[in-house]
C-alpha cells in the first residue's frame, strides 16, 4: 500500500514556474514508477511525465516537453515536477501516481494516486 500527497499547486502568470512535490508513504518507493498526470475541467485525465524506478529514464507528454521535469528521490520517498513557461493551457489539477506493474503512460497501469492539487495558470 502506498499513499501519495502532493503539493506545490497554486496560482501562476503565464510563463512562470511551479514546482509540485508529492511525499509517498512506506518503503517501498523505489519500486514504483511515479507517473504525474493532470485533469483540466470537462477533459480527460491525461499523462504528463512519469520516471523510472531509479529515475534514470524519464518519458514526457509532447505538450509539456522540454518545458517540465520530473525527477524523484528515494531517500525521501518523493517525485518532482518542475514546470517552466507555463501556459494557461496548463491549468489543471495534477495528480501523482504510482505504478507497480512496470513502465508506462496508461493511467490504468497505475496502482495508487493522490488526491490532486491544483494549478491554474492566468493569462
Known amino acids: 500500500q502506498v499513499q501519495l500527497v502532493e503539493s506545490g499547486g497554486g496560482l501562476v502568470q503565464a510563463g512562470g514556474s511551479l514546482r509540485l512535490s508529492c511525499a509517498a508513504s512506506?518503503?517501498?518507493?523505489?519500486?514504483?514508477?511515479m507517473g504525474w498526470f493532470r485533469q483540466a475541467p470537462g477533459k480527460e485525465r491525461e499523462f504528463v511525465a512519469a520516471?523510472?524506478?531509479?529515475?534514470?529514464?524519464?518519458y514526457y507528454a509532447d505538450s509539456v516537453k522540454g518545458r517540465f521535469t520530473i525527477s524523484r528521490d528515494n531517500a525521501k520517498n518523493t517525485v518532482y515536477l518542475q514546470m517552466n513557461s507555463l501556459k494557461p493551457q496548463d491549468t489543471a489539477v495534477y495528480y501523482c501516481a504510482a505504478n507497480g506493474g512496470g513502465w508506462g503512460h496508461n493511467d490504468l497501469a497505475y496502482d495508487y494516486w493522490g488526491q490532486g492539487t491544483q494549478v491554474t495558470v492566468s493569462s
Open positions: 512506506g518503503r517501498t518507493f523505489s519500486s514504483y514508477v
Open positions: 520516471i523510472s524506478w531509479s529515475g534514470g529514464s524519464t
